[in-house]
């Protein structure tokens, strides 16, 4: 697998509260993605990042935010958690040996909101 | 706003057997078509890809197939086994902003039965 890694793996948190998903690769590509994997939705863009302090929106990405303010980290935050944001996020990254497009994934952080 | 169908979302086979998995995307613009396999509690991993030159691409047992005039292309896998059986997700390129992103299907579980 890719050098990606993601942490929280797990965590179970309340309805209101702030919870901050990271993702960590050491590839050094430049585009870094979040997903949501949601049954029967398969996964869906929440944001998504092109370099360091850039960042854009995905589908789904109310109540989202991101931040990168290095290569390597990609934050994702939910500023105040609802129990519809239960789902197992997913970082990805891609760019790296001459293609844009082939993307890699993370092993994933299963949330709960309660 | 773009999509991409897959169809079937559940395909139960025999080992042996092939399977077809197919899938419809809106943007004529698309050029990259990957598709994924996430096994139970894993990642998705990318398996096999096609660009838009090109109408079909193999590797060992898996093919993918790209027709541009229909927007439609297919995953097949032939003398299944059972570590075959895992969910399924094709994607389909499109490009925002100047940046290229991915959309997914919604999955296909294939199950391989011995």
């Known amino acids: 697998d890719a050098g990606i890694t993601q942490s929280p793996r797990h965590k179970v948190t309340e309805t209101g509260t702030p919870v901050t998903l990271r993702c960590h690769q050491t590839?050094?590509?430049?585009?870094m993605y979040w997903y949501r994997q949601d049954p029967g939705h398969g996964l869906r863009l929440i944001h998504y990042?092109?370099?360091?302090?850039?960042?854009d929106k995905g589908e789904v990405s109310d109540g989202y935010s991101v931040s990168r303010s290095k290569t390597e980290d990609f934050l994702l935050t939910l500023e105040s958690a609802t129990s519809s944001q239960t789902s197992v996020y997913f970082c990805?990254?891609?760019?790296?040996?001459?293609?844009?497009?082939?993307?890699?994934f993370g092993p994933g952080t299963r949330l709960t909101v309660l | 706003g773009e999509n991409v169908e897959q169809h079937p979302s559940t395909l139960s086979v025999q080992e042996g057997d092939s399977a077809v998995i197919k899938c419809t995307y809106s943007d004529s613009a698309s050029n990259y078509f990957p598709w994924y396999k996430q096994e139970l509690g894993k990642r998705p991993q990318l398996i096999i890809d096609i660009r838009s030159n090109v109408g079909e691409k193999k590797d060992q047992r898996i093919a993918v197939t790209l027709n541009k005039t229909a927007k439609h292309f297919s995953l097949h896998i032939t003398e299944t086994q059972p570590e075959d059986s895992a969910v399924y997700f094709c994607a389909a390129s499109i490009k925002a902003g100047g940046y290229n992103k991915l959309i997914f299907g919604a999955g296909t579980r294939l199950a391989v039965h011995p």
């Open positions: 590839e050094n590509h430049r585009y």
């Open positions: 990805a990254i891609s760019g790296q040996g001459g293609s844009y497009n082939e993307q890699f």
């Open positions: 990042s092109y370099g360091v302090k850039d960042t």
